[in-house]
């Protein structure tokens, strides 16, 4: 099969080689890629030393059909249409009993601590594996794993999203952000959403159900106008170091802080004062859970949400599938590539 790989860190060492088609294990599914989405996850694997295994595929987010199935699985069928849920999981650690394999203890992300789905075919666990429901495209579930799913879980799980509640969503044109205005919206909040090219970017946004799109330098006046000073409910903020100092300050008190990345860098100075007297929670979110992927198949198979798609690219094209997703503010919605 056809895989991009690489052998020593860096986008410019990726190479389009053949590699053996790997074979499912008992409890193992094949799938053959239709779309995989590429995200900085897959930029930061690519970019990091201690890769394992080397040739490494990347890949952590990807949709196709179900080419063979290991000899105990039950829960798929050869030809099926599947996305996977990329976090792996144990099953058995606390967390995981709980429902939140998102925090297992023995977790990892397909395609970086496996072989990923920038190939013709990828092996996965079954229990890894979820079936797209009638009227979703492979494209628009190929877009859910990381973007959507981590927008979900830090929306409605951590943050709690309130209807009539204030909320900013920095980073509004990326793969979370993108999901992040549309859930919010779905919650019932005034959406504000922010991004260094709000001009060119203004009329997407809004379709994707932000009230209000500006640039940082607006937001401050803007959040003040909305609230009568007293600041947004919620900040969302997954840029990290670049806008911190400027998000953080935008929190009302009684609101929450949340994020799920730091695109930018993720040291950053907190006042201790300013957090606590103002009663402010800064939360942490990471991923989601398999259910809330099976939610968002569900609410796109009936049109409830949009699977925003800004390119699909030939697996040949990936490194201009890099460049494309990091030209950030321009793009909104997901690069797809084509293995
Ligand atoms: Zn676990």
């Known amino acids: 099969m056809r895989a991009v790989v690489f052998e020593t860190p860096g986008v410019d060492n990726l190479r389009i080689v053949d590699v053996e088609t790997p074979r499912p294990g008992p409890n193992e599914v094949l799938i053959r890629v239709k779309y995989a989405g590429v995200n900085p996850v897959d930029y930061f694997t690519i970019n990091r030393k201690d890769v394992k295994p ?14 063979t199935v290991g000899s105990s699985v039950r829960s798929v069928d050869v030809g099926d249409e599947v996305v996977i849920y990329n976090r792996l999981f144990d099953g058995s650690c606390k967390y995981c009993l709980i429902g939140h394999e998102e925090l297992c203890v023995n977790s990892g992300l397909i395609g970086v601590v ?9 092996v996965v666990p079954a229990s890894n594996v979820i079936r797209i429901p009638k009227g979703v495209g492979l494209d628009e579930a190929a877009t859910l794993p990381v973007g959507a799913l981590t927008a979900w ?9 309130s209807p009539g509640e204030l909320v900013v969503v920095f980073g509004a044109t990326g793969n979370v952000g993108s999901y992040a205005v549309q859930f919010a919206k779905l919650a019932g909040a005034t959406v504000v959403a922010v991004s260094r090219r709000a001009d060119k970017v203004k009329d997407v946004l809004m379709g994707l159900g932000a009230d209000y799109v500006v640039t940082p330098d607006e937001a401050q006046s803007l959040i003040n106008e909305l609230s009568n000073g007293l600041g947004a409910d919620l900040v969302i903020d997954a ?3 670049a806008t911190w100092n400027l ?20 040291d950053v100075t907190l006042n201790l004062p300013s957090l606590y007297s103002r009663e ?12 809330e992927l099976i939610k968002l198949l569900d609410l796109l198979s009936r049109r409830r949400i949009k699977a925003p798609i800004y390119s699909k690219m030939k697996l040949e094209k990936v490194r201009e599938a890099f460049d494309a997703m990091f030209r950030g503010e321009d793009r909104v919605g997901k690069v797809l590539l084509m293995p």
């Open 54 to 67: 080397i040739p490494h595929i990347p890949g952590s987010e990807f949709a196709g059909i179900v080419e």
């Open 114 to 122: 496996t072989q990923g789905g920038f190939a013709e075919y990828a």
């Open 153 to 161: 879980h830090m929306i409605f799980n951590r943050a709690g999203v």
């Open 239 to 241: 840029v990290g170091q």
């Open 247 to 266: 998000s953080f300050k935008l929190v009302a008190r009684y609101g929450r802080w949340v994020t799920a990345g730091a695109l930018t860098g993720g």
């Open 280 to 291: 402010i929670a800064v939360i942490g979110s990471t991923g989601g859970t398999r259910s």
